[in-house]
């Protein structure tokens, strides 16, 4: 049945896409920096090929 209450909330979604934009975004800032360096360990490291589909937390192999 459709429902005039989302569940998960709407805020909750917002925050979920905000938080999934913020993994994109610092991915991408890795993987161009890398690529500046010309690193080829950038094609190695899970979190900046896939970063949806790694775990939240970044890979000890990124440079804080």
């Keep these: 049945m459709i429902s005039a209450q989302p569940n998960p ?22 993987h161009e920096a890398r690529a500046a360096a010309d690193d080829p360990g950038r094609w190695r490291d899970p979190s900046l ?13 990124m440079k804080g």
Excluded at 12 to 27: F, H, K, N
Excluded at 49 to 61: G, I, M, Q, R, V
């Design 49 to 61: 090929l896939w970063p949806d589909f790694s775990p939240k937390t970044p890979s000890p192999n």
């Design 9 to 30: 909330s709407f805020d909750e979604l917002v925050a979920s896409l905000a938080t999934t934009a913020g993994q994109l975004a610092q991915a991408q800032v890795e």
